[in-house]
C-alpha cells in the first residue's frame, strides 16, 4: 500500500538522518528530524503519488475506493493531493511557520477525508479497501503524528534548555 511505503520510508530516512546528525539527539531534535521528512516524504512525494493515481491511473483508483470509473470528484481529489504534496515539498526549504501551515492544511484535508471514509461506511456499506482500509488509517494516524511532532518540537523543554542552563 503506497499509504505506509511513504510513512515507513519518511521513519527509515528520519532515522538515517538522526545516526548522521553531529548535533545532540534530544527530543526536541529528534521530532524535528521526523516532522521534516513525514512533511516532505509522506505528506509531498506521498501527495504527488496521490495526485498521479488519481490522474493516470483514475479508473483503478476509483474502483479501490468504491467510486464508478469516470468520478469527476477524482480531478478535484487529485489537485488537492496536488496542492498539499507541494506544501509538503516546499517544507524542506521553507520551516518555522510554513511547518505550521502544512501540518494544519493537511490535517484538515485527511481527517475531513476520513469522516467520508467513515459516512461512506455507515451510509453505503462501502468496505472497499481505499474506503475502510489503509486509506481511513493514515487518514487518522498522520495528522495525529503530525500534529504531536510538531507541538513536541515547538513546545517541549527538554535537555537543549538543560544543556544550554549547565555551560
Known sequence: MPFY???????IVG??????DRRPRYGRRVAEVFLLWLLVID???GGFFGFVGHTVFAD????SIGWPAGNPFQTEVAVANLAIGTLGILCYWLRSEFWTAT???TSVWLL???MGH???IIVAHNYHPNNA???LYNDIVVPLILIVLLLYQRYAGGGEREAAHTQ
Do not use: K, P
Open 5 to 11: 511505503f511513504f510513512f515507513i520510508v519518511s521513519l
Open 103 to 105: 501540518v494544519i492544511a
Open 43 to 45: 505528506v509531498g512525494i
Open 60 to 63: 483503478q483508483a476509483a474502483a
Open 15 to 20: 532515522a538515517i538522518h538522526l545516526y548522521r
Open 133 to 135: 482500509g489503509a486509506a
Open 112 to 114: 475531513g477525508d476520513a
Open 118 to 120: 467513515v459516512q461512506q
